[in-house]
């Protein structure tokens, strides 16, 4: 996801993001340097890189992300899930549409979740069809296809998705988790040349925090590391939880779809042991995430090998 904010924050700031989207392609490198000095204060180092946003970035401007495009597609992945052997991790959809007016609300279930399958973090969530508010939903996700936005150049890649709407099922919150977290917990798995490191948990989005979520921070064993996260305006800190049930499953398939990238984060969910997908992401946040410690980024950095790809 490019970054968790609320629609009241994005209207705010859309002139500005159509002027970033307008300098992006045509001086990327640029454009990167400078929201990196705005938001982490400093350049990054992309001629040798050494941390986690530093790496993400120099692949982003160095290497052909067209397999990006593709896996960051939120219906074109699922091809790529079922390549892997991963089909039962799927989270079922209702149909794929070009625009809302194609959509037929009539035949969806009463709950579901609608997503436009270019963008990252723009959902609309309906729990209860009748009660919902069909047109105000249907004209904002048609603002969503209608717009052509990058929010950063590290993130072209989305540019050449194609603008499309999925209805999906909505998952809903088993006990054991509902004890940490009113809403579903996302666990973003870091791996790094094929091995799972950290795993980075979201939960009580737009909550307790209005505009964003809290999070932790843990290592592959399980250790929760507060340490490497950094308390934003949209990240707070959350309480250390168990291990999920079935967790080593969980590692194991964010390894194998992330097999073949140098670096990429899997999001997935685990409702009492069953695993889903959520989705894959090669530039969390525009690789400009100030919400990790620099010890995090340092130590995250040096775990990844870009010599293969420094190499061609």
Known sequence: MHFITSPKRKKAVMPLLRLVNWLNPRMPKTMVQIRHLLRMKRFAHLRNPQDLNEKILWMALNTDTSEWSRLA??????DYVRECGLED??????????????VEFDKLPNSFILKPTHGSGDVVVVRDKTTADIEAIKQKIQEDLDTNLITSSAELHYGRIPHRVVAEQLLQNDPVSEKYSSTLIDYKIWVFNGKAHYVWVCMNRFVRNKDGAEVMTYDREWNAHPEYCRVTPDFSLADPMPKP??????LEVAEKLAKPFPVVRVDLYNLNGTIYFGEMTFTSYGAIMDFYSDLFLRKAGSEI????????
């Open 305 to 312: 090998d870009l010599s293969k790809e420094m190499k061609r």
């Open 245 to 250: 049930a079935g967790y080593d499953h969980m």
């Open 89 to 102: 991790i799927l989270i079922h959809q209702y149909g794929l549409w070009n625009n809302m007016n194609e």
């Open 73 to 78: 597609d939120k219906y074109e992945v699922r």
